[in-house]
């Protein structure tokens, strides 16, 4: 069992267009990150949130961790053809020290 | 030179071969990772370094050896490989960050392995 579920796995939009990726689990998480990768690099991470409730804003990137801290969303409003690549959000537990869990990913590509 | 470096960044070996990944970081973190990426499949770590002593092991087979010499580099020695132990295998380092103490992570390119 995936301890965490990214949703929708792929996802194929216009250029302009909004999209929402989910991150969903029954776990706790003290923080969650998302990360971005692109073909044949490391991922790059975006962003941090760690308080229940929170919302952070990066351009036109939204992401916000659930109130009980077991998900996480990232929209992105009037997507462009440079945000395609893989969405990774990773979760960190109080008992896992320096350890991430990641999810599996959602691969989004933006057709001009 | 900063960030996350990884060499090579694209391997092919035989199965009776032997070769090492190196990984070394100019972030003066000190934790560094070893992670696999397979198509279709979650990232999976396979080894994490703590001011280079070795804190968790993932049952990762032991033809996968680990080393970390210090601080700024780790490297995977790698033998007897099997054709399923291609993949992209990442580096990463991190350090605690925030009163939280979260560890976010920052990733070399990778390594393209591939077991012939």
């Known amino acids: 069992t995936q301890l965490l579920e990214q949703s929708p796995q792929f996802l194929s939009i216009q250029e302009g267009e909004n999209l929402t990726v989910y991150c969903n689990s029954s776990?706790?998480?003290?923080?969650l990150q998302w990360y971005r990768q692109e073909p044949g690099e490391g991922p790059v991470l975006l962003v941090t949130v760690v308080t229940g409730g929170e919302v952070k804003k990066l351009k036109r990137l939204t992401f916000q961790f659930g109130d009980a801290r077991k998900d996480s969303s990232l929209h992105i409003t009037a997507a462009q053809p440079g945000d395609t690549g893989l969405y990774l959000c990773a979760g960190e537990q109080e008992t896992s020290g320096s350890r991430l869990t990641f999810g599996e990913g959602t691969q989004l590509t933006v057709n001009p | 030179e900063t960030g996350v470096t990884q060499t090579p960044r694209h391997l092919v070996m035989g199965m009776t071969n032997k070769k090492s990944l190196k990984c070394e970081q100019h972030?003066?973190?000190?934790?560094m990772y070893w992670y696999k990426q397979s198509a279709k499949k979650p990232l999976e770590l396979m080894f994490v370094?703590?001011?280079?002593?070795?804190?968790e092991n993932n049952s990762v087979p032991s033809r996968f050896s680990p080393e970390c010499p210090n601080s700024s580099h780790l490297f995977l020695h790698l033998h007897t490989l099997q054709p399923e132990d291609s993949a992209l295998y990442l580096c990463?380092?991190?350090?605690?960050?925030?009163?939280?103490?979260?560890?976010?992570?920052?990733f070399g390119p990778g390594t393209r392995l591939t077991v012939t």
């Open positions: 370094y703590n001011f280079k002593e070795q804190t």
């Open positions: 990463a380092s991190s350090h605690p960050v925030g009163g939280a103490g979260t560890y976010e992570q920052y």
């Open positions: 972030l003066g973190h000190n934790a």
């Open positions: 776990s706790v998480f003290s923080s």
